[in-house]
């Protein structure tokens, strides 16, 4: 427990020293995109609809490295389409949806 909470506060101390100035979110960090080269072709297209449409209002890393399972997708995918400007159509939003469940499947992430 004590361990715990020292890193805890070491953590802390690392937030709130940020520079005030840095925008940069914590959940952008990691690759930001994802190598497709090795998965069936229409996957690879449906990827690029990803790519172009969920990079739009933060990078693409945030959802690169979400580890959402299918079910987390699918309420998300929601939400981030419901947005003003999102730009994204039902069609669109279906073969996001549906990369991003192969996606985590590759993961390995479970349901
Ligand atoms: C219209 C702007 C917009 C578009 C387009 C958009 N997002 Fe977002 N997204 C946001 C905003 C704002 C947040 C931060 C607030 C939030 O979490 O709801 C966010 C947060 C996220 C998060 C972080 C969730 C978390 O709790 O860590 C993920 C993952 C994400 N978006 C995925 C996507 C995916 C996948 C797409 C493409 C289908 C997409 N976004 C398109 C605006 C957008």
Not at 12 to 25: G, N, V
Not at 29 to 40: M, Q
Not at 55 to 74: D, G, I, M, Q, Y
Not at 90 to 106: C, N, P, R, T
Request: glycine share 6%; hydrophobic share 35%; proline share 6%.
């Amino acid at each position: 427990m004590k361990t715990i909470a020292i890193a805890g506060s070491a953590l802390a101390a690392m937030l709130f020293t940020a520079e005030p100035q840095d925008k940069s979110d914590p959940r952008d960090g990691g690759p930001d995109r994802i190598d497709v080269s090795a998965y069936p072709g229409p996957q690879q297209k449906q990827y690029d609809v990803y790519a172009a449409k969920c990079s739009k209002c933060h990078p693409l890393a945030r959802s690169v490295n979400a580890r959402f399972n299918s079910t987390e997708w699918k309420r998300y995918m929601k939400r981030m389409i419901r947005r003003p400007n999102s730009g994204i159509n039902e069609e669109q939003a279906a073969q996001i949806y549906d990369f991003l469940k192969y996606y985590s499947i590759q993961l390995g992430i479970k349901d």
